[in-house]
T-cell receptor
Framework: DTAVSQTPKYLVTQMGNDKSIKCEQN?????MYWYKQDSKKFLKIMFS???????INETVPNRFSPKSPDKAHLNLHINSLELGDSAVYFC????????????FGEGSRLTVL | GIQVEQSPPDLILQEGANSTLRCNFS?????LQWFHQNPWGQLINLFY???GTKQNGRLSATTVATERYSLLYISSSQTTDSGVYFC?????????FGAGTQVVVTP
């Protein structure tokens, strides 16, 4: 039973399309995150939600919109995809918003053609 | 923002060898974590270690917060230890990752 699960694991799409990645955690954690890992493996935080409330919103283009319907789910919607959006997107969760022990999903590899 | 530097950037080990990975950070931090990203891309939390020493099997970690560094020790390395090891530090409500150490363990 996967603790943090993301779907889809792979996504190949054309420039200009809109796509979503879903994330669910069954750990009972209060905080969830989206991270982006670029081709050089660098991990950068994008968003963080605590009990459905946005608490971190890094300088990410407006085309990226997170949505948290409840504290166990955090989805990422991307509009008008660009080539530079190609990356691996990781969802993660922690018990509270002070970045306690972090648990990652398996990642979603997005390729924009 | 806080700077996190990991060394070495790359490491090639023969199976059975021991190694030490280092993480330096530029300011005091609230917590520090070590992660392993395996060749399939999965990120696993190894240690949550704001200070002190912890051990988990063949891996151990030590953080000296006053001197702003942490060390990850791999003993009797195995091919399954291959991957990228990341250190991440928390400051001002944000978790900043280092660039990682790529480890290859050869049979």
């Amino acid at each position: 039973d996967t603790a943090v699960s993301q779907t889809p694991k792979y996504l190949v799409t054309q420039m200009g399309n809109d796509k979503s990645i879903k994330c669910e955690q069954n750990l009972g954690h209060d905080t969830m995150y989206w991270y982006k890992q670029d081709s050089k493996k660098f991990l950068k935080i994008m968003f963080s939600y605590n009990n459905k409330e946005l608490i971190i919103n890094e300088t990410v283009p407006n085309r990226f919109s997170p949505k948290s319907p409840d504290k166990a789910h955090l989805n990422l919607h991307i509009n008008s995809l660009e080539l530079g959006d190609s990356a691996v997107y990781f969802c993660a969760s922690s018990q509270d918003k002070s970045f306690g022990e972090l648990f990652f999903g398996e990642g979603s590899r997005l390729t924009v053609l | 923002g806080i700077q996190v530097e990991q060394s070495p950037p790359d490491l090639i080990l023969q199976e059975g060898a021991n190694s030490t990975l280092r993480c330096n950070f530029s300011d005091s931090v609230n917590n520090l974590q070590w992660f392993h990203q395996n060749p399939w891309g999965q990120l696993i939390n190894l240690f949550y270690i704001p200070s002190g020493t912890k051990q988990n099997g063949r891996l151990s970690a030590t953080t000296v917060a006053t001197e702003r560094y942490s060390l990850l020790y791999i003993s009797s390395s195995q091919t399954t230890d291959s991957g990228v090891y990341f250190c991440a530090v928390e400051k001002w409500g944000k978790l900043q990752f280092g660039a990682g150490t790529q480890v290859v363990v050869t049979p």
